[in-house]
């Protein structure tokens, strides 16, 4: 039977806030898996990584099927703000450091080719996802000093970028610092992008089912919706992989960002990308940086998109500032530059995976034969997905690729940066075991406001949530995927797991891996 889009109106995403994308682009929903299959490769996961490798492997010639629990786009790929760079966040400076010259030339020319990727389906697919090449900007936080600017010109230099020093920040007058100009960067609407891409994958012959939960992957087959899909290969494209238990989580941490947008008169901001260097004073081995882009709108406005002010998941009260008071901070920095900014009509926090040493992770699943993993992204999402398109085909049709060392997911970095990086990343995860001990949120679960939740007990940590009706339900706060105390996030609505990034709904209803099962239903205590 022919497979059928059934396009389905409403928002499917991982927070009660809508970000810019999911709120303008009706997402594509498809039939569900119903019955077993046989394919060449299963690919699980429909976001910006998944969909590329589903593309390119169905172009190379592969027969191919996406598996995708919710919709399309509608994890992480629809909660970025998709700025299209080969700047990389973790810089090219640190990237030679600890992968050597090489290392930092095949990561320029990866996530360039990444870039030309996207221009290139775009163009050949006539995906209309207003995709533009810009110019981009690093500037200084004002907590850093101008050799870090001077250090990655030199490294980016060298890795192949052709960056330039200039004595301002194009766009940002009241930036008196220098800037690295990194020239032919690129932005989209990535929720169109994604469209497209789906409905070229499926020219192609490629098949998609969505509200698929694929909750078990071995060798050779994939359980989901309780059916078995044969595969010779699988590709785990899932934001954090959940058919890896342990060995990945230790080379990644996860990080909520977040963002604000706000319309601007149109054509009033020249179109690029900026991005500052980062809080050198972080409580965070990741420090947290300022990114901002602009989108088109509507006839008179633009939209001048935000983000930073990350913390690691779960953990916004190590700096006394709770996840919904952080936007505040955005907008401050945001009003204080760009003085068009207008009304803020969209804010959203998104989860990055920020792997110990600086680089993604693209290839084999340590130790399977047959199972590949795409994690990692940091703040390069959409051209780490995209590359990942590349190299997984390449890996899959035994093409050699010479990126395949860098991206290994097995690959072992020891230096002192990644050490301390691992040790300290470690450290606040094994903290959050001293949880079980600690009082519960509230006094009583008369203090739980309608629509919101707490963590209670002690010892036996219960999760209880108190819908806007006054009714309470209650799950057990312990993540079902190493047994951390899950804590309530009460900007996304969600309990957010601080050890590896698993996330419920209040309905403890699984959102986000490597988690694979709801909270535990229990009795409301005291009920
Ligand atoms: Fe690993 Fe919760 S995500 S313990």
């Known amino acids: 039977m022919e497979q059928q889009q059934l396009n389905t109106p409403g928002k499917v995403t991982s927070g ?93 020319e990866s996530h360039t080719a990444a870039i030309n990727l996207i221009e290139q389906i775009c163009r050949e697919e006539n995906i209309d996802c207003d995709f533009k090449r810009v110019d981009g900007y690093l500037f200084l936080h004002p907590s850093d000093k101008k050799k870090s600017l001077d250090d990655e010109l030199t490294a980016t230099h060298k890795a192949g970028i052709a960056t330039d020093m200039i004595y301002s920040v194009s766009g940002i007058p009241t930036e008196s ?18 469209n497209g891409l789906a409905e070229a994958f499926t020219r192609l012959g490629g098949r998609i089912y969505t509200k698929t939960h694929a909750d078990k992957v071995k060798e050779g087959v994939v359980e989901a919706n309780g059916f078995k899909v044969e595969a010779e290969q699988i590709v785990v494209a899932t934001n954090t992989p959940f058919n890896d238990w342990a060995t990945m989580h230790t080379k990644q ?20 990308l900026w991005w500052d260097t980062g809080d050198q004073n972080s409580v965070w081995p990741s420090m947290p940086y300022n990114y901002v882009r602009t989108q088109p709108y509507d006839d008179q406005y633009d939209l001048l998109i935000h983000g930073g002010a990350d913390h690691k998941t779960a953990q916004a009260n190590k700096e006394d500032e709770p996840e919904e008071e952080r936007y505040k901070r955005l907008e401050t920095w945001l009003r204080e530059r760009f003085p068009q900014a207008e009304e803020i009509v969209y804010r959203w926090s998104g989860q990055v995976m920020e792997p110990v040493d600086d680089l993604g992770f693209i290839g084999k699943n340590p130790g399977d034969e047959n199972i590949y993993i795409v994690t990692g992204d940091s703040g390069n999402g959409m051209t780490h997905g995209t590359l990942a398109g590349i190299l997984i085909t390449d890996l899959i049709t035994g093409k050699e690729n010479r990126w395949a060392k860098l991206y290994d997911p097995g690959r072992i970095t020891v230096t002192l940066h990644t050490a301390k990086t691992y040790l300290q990343e470690q450290y606040t995860t094994l903290t959050q075991f001293v949880d079980y001990l600690l009082p519960s949120d509230v006094e009583s679960l008369q203090s739980v406001k309608p629509g919101e939740a707490a963590i209670v007990g002690k010892l036996k940590k219960v999760a209880v949530y108190r819908d806007e009706a006054g009714t309470f ?55």
């Not at 032919?184 to 609407?189: L, R």
């Not at 957010?496 to 986000?512: A, I, Q, V, W, Y």
Request: aromatic share 8%; with cysteine; glycine share 8%.
């Open 16 to 108: 009660t806030h809508i970000s810019c994308w999911t709120d303008t682009v009706k997402p594509l929903e498809f039939f569900k898996l119903t019955s077993p299959l046989k394919t060449q490769v299963a690919v699980i996961g429909a976001g910006i990584a998944g969909l590329t490798v589903a593309y390119c492997l169905a172009k190379a010639g592969k027969q191919v099927v996406v598996l995708e629990d919710g919709l399309i786009g509608s994890g992480e790929t629809g909660r970025t703000t998709a700025h299209i760079a080969n700047a990389l966040d973790d810089r090219y400076s640190e990237i030679e450091s600890l992968f050597g010259e090489e290392g930092a030339r095949y990561a320029a």
């Open 177 to 194: 610092g220098p800037s690295l100009k990194f020239p032919q960067q690129a932005q989209f609407h990535p929720l169109k992008y994604l």
């Open 253 to 272: 941490s996860p990080y909520r960002s977040y963002v604000i947008v706000a319309k601007v008169p149109k054509d009033k901001i020249e179109p690029a």
């Open 473 to 527: 339900s209650a799950y057990s706060a312990v993540c079902p995927h190493m047994g951390c105390v899950v804590q309530w996030n009460n900007d996304e609505k969600s309990f957010d797991c601080p050890c590896h990034g698993s996330r419920f709904t209040c309905k403890g209803e699984l959102m986000n891996g490597p988690a694979n099962a709801n909270l535990e239903a229990v009795k409301v205590p005291g009920q």
